[in-house]
T-cell receptor, first 114, second 111 residues
Framework: EAQVTQNPRYLITVTGKKLTVTCSQNMNHEYMSWYRQDPGLGLRQIYYSMNVEVTDKGDVPEGYKVSRKEKRNFPLILESPSPNQTSLYFC?????????????FGQGTRLTVV | KNEVEQSPQNLTAQEGEFITINCSYSVGISALHWLQQHPGGGIVSLFMLSSGKKKHGRLIATINIQEKHSSLHITASHPRDSAVYIC?????????????FGTGTLLAVQP
């Protein structure tokens, strides 16, 4: 089954404690991205990757890091989480960037930073 | 002004009613997407379209490229249709061709 898998689904952490949210896709997609979803603001892109070892900032990259060492995995790293990073996070993948290309989304990770 | 605007923001309907959600955009696009998000759930793609009309079961999506407008229709609505519906566009031009999202329409269908 084609899918994007995120872990964990729920996470409560304390300010400053490094964490990683994993994302994996089984569709051999080149393009992967991370979004955060906040009430009234919709989905905003944090980082994206066009292929292995190719990553770039999205609209709200501050406080986040990513890596793309393998095509299937695209982890999101919060080196020193802060309460303003409390949000619902989604990983997505697609065959290529933009264009007439369907995007597949993970189940979401609800992060609370206290 | 947001590049993708949806209306209404909230919608309550009775079971069986015909529902329309609207999406307007102000940028050049190569595709428009309608997405569904159930409470506590992930986001799933309902439609991707670049012209005309598509139908899946009780769901119909239309797009008018000239007017930069799309509608999502739900016929014979059911409580299980209750969800957030998100319009997104694949924006052309610029440094990246990325998805731009509307803020979503929260639909509640009451039995």
């Amino acid at each position: 089954e084609a899918q994007v898998t995120q872990n964990p689904r729920y996470l409560i952490t304390v300010t400053g404690k490094k964490l990683t949210v994993t994302c994996s896709q089984n569709m051999n997609h080149e393009y992967m991205s991370w979004y955060r979803q906040d009430p009234g603001l919709g989905l905003r892109q944090i980082y994206y990757s066009m292929n292995v070892e190719v990553t770039d900032k999205g609209d709200v990259p501050e406080g986040y890091k990513v890596s793309r060492k393998e095509k299937r995995n695209f982890p999101l790293i919060l080196e020193s989480p802060s309460p303003n990073q409390t949000s619902l996070y989604f990983c997505a993948s697609s065959y290529r960037q933009g264009g007439y290309t369907e995007a597949f989304f993970g189940q979401g990770t609800r992060l609370t930073v206290v | 002004k947001n590049e993708v605007e949806q209306s209404p923001q909230n919608l309550t309907a009775q079971e069986g009613e015909f529902i329309t959600i609207n999406c307007s955009y102000s940028v050049g696009i190569s595709a428009l997407h309608w997405l569904q998000q159930h409470p506590g759930g992930g986001i799933v793609s309902l439609f991707m379209l670049s012209s005309g009309k598509k139908k899946h079961g009780r769901l119909i999506a239309t797009i008018n490229i000239q007017e930069k407008h799309s509608s999502l229709h739900i016929t014979a609505s059911h409580p299980r249709d209750s969800a957030v519906y998100i319009c997104a566009v694949s924006k052309t031009g610029g440094a990246t061709n990325k998805l731009i999202f509307g803020t979503g329409t929260l639909l509640a269908v009451q039995p």
